[in-house]
């Protein structure tokens, strides 16, 4: 499912519609690799990558925020010499949507092929 996930493309959310119930999330969650996590307040998504130079920590990064640019949907990066944390939430919506897991999926498969 991660591979359908990763095909589709995010929707624009200015919002109005509702988040993801607490269902929905952790069946998408379960289409993701299995270091993604859901917050205790269940309105965001997380994993953390490893690497073992900050360049390539850097470059995982900028991969991302061409993924996020291209989608119209961004995530709070925490980088640091050999990780970087990517957050995704909804904020239009105050929770989790389609486009926070179709992004996750995506990178996903950038880790695959880049890690």
């Known amino acids: 499912m991660s591979k359908d996930l990763s095909k589709r493309r995010c929707k624009p959310c200015e919002g109005g519609a509702q988040p993801l119930r607490a269902d929905q999330s952790s069946a998408l969650l379960k289409a993701l690799h299995e270091d993604w996590s859901i917050s205790g307040n269940g ?3 997380s994993r953390t990558f ?3 130079a900050y360049s390539r920590t850097l470059g995982f990064a ?3 925020a061409w993924i996020a ?3 119209g949907h961004h995530p709070v990066l925490t980088i640091s010499y050999g990780s970087c944390v990517v957050s995704y939430t909804t904020h239009a919506i105050n929770g989790l949507s389609d486009n ?3 992004c996750a999926a995506k990178i ?3 880790a695959a092929e880049s890690i």
């Open 50 to 52: 490893g690497f073992p």
């Open 62 to 64: 900028n991969a991302i």
């Open 100 to 102: 926070d897991f179709i």
């Open 69 to 71: 640019i291209a989608e």
């Open 108 to 110: 996903d498969r950038l």
């Open 43 to 45: 309105l965001e998504i």
